[in-house]
């Protein structure tokens, strides 16, 4: 999640645990150890772009480099706190703000590889977005209540608001897939792949996508006290051979759309507005639209050897759709697909 979301869960945690006479050195030690772990983000390769796309929530958010994160962490912070605790408070601390990191980050769509280096597997549960102001807000103001007023039981219902927060989202991501499957009978396909994920900022809109025959359907489900739905757009699945024949298979440039196939748990399709760029398909702004946020593009001309560009794009005249979306006026209130 966002940088301001994981530090305010990081300082809510320790002070929860760790007793209430020293809640703002928790907080402050918390907070920067539950940040720490998106230092990954710098990273990166002039050569490469998709490099950072590897190591982003990578192995600084493993569950078994928890204990050597919270290290690093107290190791230089431990100065600034010094005549308030004791080293071993300092890496408790640290410890249970950093392990805060890797969970959360599990919970939304984008993946986090929790079980590196035993596996790649990016494990994204789905049940709250990258930001979420409903979920940071409340915690945020809990945790910086409990440091300054010294009331460990503020920030024990920080993190009750979070953890019930977390699993509200679980069950609105059931109810979002199972409108998927529905819609997706309704057309009397058969969903592959078919997955939900919350739009930004909220659990209200969701932002459903699977495959059938080869073509990829996203749909913008509503999951208010009834399901409604606004049907969107579609496009066929990535096919090399068809869509790109004169990309060479062992190109830099093929390996590259493998480790991009990768991340994108192998949603991807071409551009409909760009022919040589291909398009993380299970991501837009637009729950319903197929809109890039982000791709790569490939280049005819391009080396053996030579890299995809990385491109994202975010553009203004979605504002107004996505809005649309969350007030339900473009979405029937309740369609034949749900009963």
């Known amino acids: 999640m966002d940088p301001i979301s994981q530090g305010a869960l990081g300082a809510a945690a320790p002070q ?81 703000g950093y392990a805060t990191h890797g969970l959360l980050d599990g919970c939304t769509a984008y993946g986090t590889q929790l079980f590196w280096p035993f596996s790649d597997y990016r494990v994204g549960w789905n049940n709250v977005s990258v930001i979420d102001p409903l979920f940071t807000v409340p915690l945020l103001c809990l945790a910086i209540l409990a440091a300054t007023l010294r009331r460990r039981a503020l920030a024990a219902a920080g993190l009750i608001w979070a953890l019930g927060y977390l699993l509200f989202g679980v069950v609105q991501h059931q109810r979002a897939e199972s409108a998927g499957a529905e819609l997706a009978a309704a057309r009397g396909h058969e969903p592959h792949q078919l997955s939900a994920s919350p739009g ?115 553009r203004r005249d979605q504002l107004g759709r996505y809005w649309r979306l969350l007030t339900g006026e473009d979405c029937p209130v309740r369609p034949a697909a749900f009963g």
């Open 16 to 96: 929860a645990v760790l007793g209430r006479e020293k809640l703002p050195a928790f907080a402050f030690l918390g907070c920067l150890a539950g940040m720490a772990p998106d230092l990954d983000v710098f990273i990166s390769s002039s050569t490469d772009p998709l490099l950072f796309l590897e190591y982003h929530r990578q192995f600084t958010h493993a569950l078994v480099f928890i204990p050597v994160g919270a290290a690093l962490v107290a190791a230089l912070l431990h100065g600034a706190v010094r005549h308030t605790l004791q080293p071993r408070e300092t890496y408790l601390a640290c410890l249970i």
């Open 200 to 314: 930004l900022g909220n659990l209200l809109v969701w932002r459903t996508v699977y495959e059938h025959e080869g073509r990829y359907y996203v749909d913008a489900v509503r999951t208010g006290l009834t399901l409604s739905a606004c049907p969107g757009d579609s496009v066929p699945g990535l096919d090399l051979r068809r869509d790109f024949p004169w990309l060479d298979p062992g190109s830099q440039q093929a390996r590259d759309v493998e480790r991009f196939r990768w991340f994108a748990d192998g949603y991807l399709a071409v551009d409909p507005r760009v022919p040589d760029r291909i398009i993380d398909a299970g991501y837009s702004f637009v729950p319903n639209s197929i809109d890039m946020l982000w791709g790569i593009d490939l280049d005819p001309k391009a080396g053996p050897d030579d890299h995809v560009g990385y491109v994202q794009e975010a």
